[in-house]
């Protein structure tokens, strides 16, 4: 039996993938998540994905590692997990009745028996998110919830809350969530069938 490794602490993937049937383990990766201030969104999610996968990779032989990153941009401008409540919402506030991107970088990478990366790809998923105009006092009732403050953008569509924010999606709706399953699924089944095999749904 071959083992799949999640790179990640994310809960939100970790439910994801098993949504679909994946058995794995999780091994999130402690690598920093800095980058040049002039690198294009794009080359952020791709590098930090596969950052995080080649830093966990090391430890597991015969093994597929999956490493993803996910950023939410505004006006070309990356919004990043606020830092204090007044940050989340002024994000929030900047996002009301507009739209933004959130993309999603995926890096697989597979590993021999002596722990050694033998074949990878990275992927970037990008959905297009529109948001309603935003009461200040649905705002304020969500920033009390805690709940923006570990999320790029300062909102998780899958939160009861974010769920009123969103007013329409162009792409994938998971991807929003923090991981696309459908490219994930179709990548899958031209780079590593044979651990595609081993989930419970196919």
Do not use: C
């Not at 948001?131 to 805690?146: M, Q, R, W």
Request: hydrophobic share 35%.
């Amino acid at each position: 039996m071959k083992t799949i490794i999640l790179a990640s602490g994310s809960p939100r993937r970790k439910k994801l993938l098993q949504k679909i049937g994946f058995d794995f383990t999780v091994h999130a990766s402690d690598v920093p998540e800095d980058y040049e201030s002039h690198w294009s969104a794009s080359k952020i999610v791709e590098t930090l994905a596969h950052r995080k996968a080649r830093a966990v990779s090391s430890h597991y032989g015969n093994a597929l590692i999956i490493g993803a990153d996910t950023i939410v941009t505004f006006n070309d401008k990356i919004l990043e997990k606020p830092s204090t409540p007044s940050e989340a919402t002024i994000m929030l506030q900047q996002l009301s009745g507009n739209s933004h991107k959130v993309l999603t970088g995926v890096s697989l990478l597979k590993t021999d028996s002596s722990n050694k990366i033998t074949d990878s790809t990275t992927f970037i998923e990008t959905t297009n998110v529109i948001f309603g105009d935003l009461p200040s006092k649905l705002v304020n009732a969500y920033i009390e919830t805690a709940n923006p403050m570990d999320k790029a953008g300062a909102y998780g569509i899958q939160d009861a809350h974010g769920a009123l924010f969103v007013k329409a999606i162009e792409g994938d709706y998971y991807n929003v969530v923090g991981f696309p399953l459908h490219r994930f699924y179709n990548t899958m089944r031209s780079f590593a069938p044979e651990f595609l095999s081993q989930s419970k749904t196919y």
